[in-house]
């Protein structure tokens, strides 16, 4: 099999195969199948939503890419190494030198200012950007010294957004990055995502049930029941301003 170290897709390179991955939770006398045979490959730069109800099995994939969860059986390839075969220390390693994750809710540290909330992962980061241009990135250039409790749900999104970029990491990892938002500032997150995939050619994907996110993406990704039901490229991606839902 492929390792995954060609370069496919034109110039694009392939940066993470996921192989005939399944997922299952015992609970009681009852088994459930989180994931069924999902095999996908992503590529540098690309920007992938990755859409499908609640239970379908988004966050569960999402958190096994990120090296936060294992697979029941299956395999994943992250620039040719298999993750799913790696020790804990390769997995810390994985997770603090090449993911960055967005969540729903921001995770932020109230007592810390916007720029000491980024500088938490510079500093242990090898080869880290500014927190300082991390913020800018992401509009927030002149928020630095705000306190979580002095900016809006949108901004605290934006920070976390920044607090992931900074270590320059080759996946971001969303997971429901706008659903605790209001459309107008949803649309501002998005455009801060849009932003770093465009300017830094981070790999993005994000899992939403907003069927109208979808838009923007190079590549649409439909799960349902743990399954891939759909895989399809948008022949445009649409700015985050045109998105309505």
Not at 42 to 54: N, P, Q
Not at 164 to 181: F, N, S
Request: proline share 3%; net charge negative.
């Amino acid at each position: 099999m492929d390792d995954g170290t060609r370069q496919v897709n034109g110039e694009r390179g392939l940066v993470l195969r996921i192989s005939d991955l399944c997922k299952s939770y015992v609970m009681g006398e009852v088994t459930v199948d989180a994931l069924r045979h999902v095999s996908l490959d992503f590529f540098h730069g690309e920007l992938a939503v990755l859409l499908g109800a609640s239970g379908s099995g988004k966050s569960t994939l999402l958190n096994i890419v990120g090296g936060l969860d294992v697979p029941s059986s299956g395999k994943l390839f992250f620039h040719g190494k298999e993750i799913t075969a790696a020790t804990e220390e390769e997995l810390t390693d994985y997770r603090r030198r090449s993911i960055g994750f967005v969540f729903q809710f921001y995770n932020l540290i109230s007592s810390l200012t916007a720029l000491e909330n980024v500088q938490l992962v510079t500093e242990i980061s090898e080869k880290p950007m500014p927190a300082e241009e991390a913020l800018a990135l992401v509009g927030l250039g002149n928020r630095l010294n705000h306190f979580p409790a002095q900016l809006s749900g949108g901004e605290q999104q934006r920070v976390a957004i920044a607090r992931a970029v900074a270590k320059r990491p080759e996946l971001l990892l969303c997971d429901e990055p706008t659903g605790a938002l209001d459309f107008q500032t949803g649309k501002l997150v998005l455009e801060a995502l849009e932003k770093v995939n465009r300017e830094i050619g981070t790999t993005t994907l994000v899992i939403t049930h907003n069927v109208s996110i979808a838009g923007m993406a190079d590549r649409v990704i439909h799960l349902s029941s743990g399954e891939v039901t759909e895989d399809l490229r948008n022949a445009s991606r649409l700015s985050p301003s045109e998105l309505v839902w």
